[in-house]
């Protein structure tokens, strides 16, 4: 991690010389897409990590939240089964570390400021999670996902308590509550 400190300041001090060029605004530019992408990543420009689930039909509806939000290039993005289920489950107990490694890796590099949790309705990781009964009405769909989240968003204050954090339940025409 130090080491990797002093490389993203070297970075840095090569990032603050070309805006120093940027006076002469062609030098400037070719000279910021000349560095890495994690050099601008360094300057902690971004915005937010959007946690969401692998399943297929939400790739739309989550996209469209991110660009209503105007979050488009400016989060990251960590997709796996369940959303926060897949992050608090016992059933997905494997998973968890993965998560929360990533989620240091991106206040690191692109010092997010927002945590964004999208659960979503008629979640098939949900059922494997917690049966099939969890989310057999609209009544205890909530109450299963309204739980998931609640620990989810206590597990990340206690991990990174810095971080401000978004909990939703979306349904599969993109509409959402905020939940948890
Ligand atoms: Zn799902």
Redesign the pocket.
Known sequence: MHAHSGYARACCGDFGAARVGRRGLLLGMSAILALPRFALAASGEYEAMILG?I?PRMQTPVRRFALDRGLIGDYSQFTI??AAIGVVASKFADWHKAFWDNLAITLELHEIKTLIAID?RD???AKVAYGDDCCSTPEKENATHKAALAEFRKQVADRQPKIKVETLLMALDGTYIPLG
Do not use: M, R
């Open positions: 689930c399943d089964a369940g979503h979640c098939g990781a």
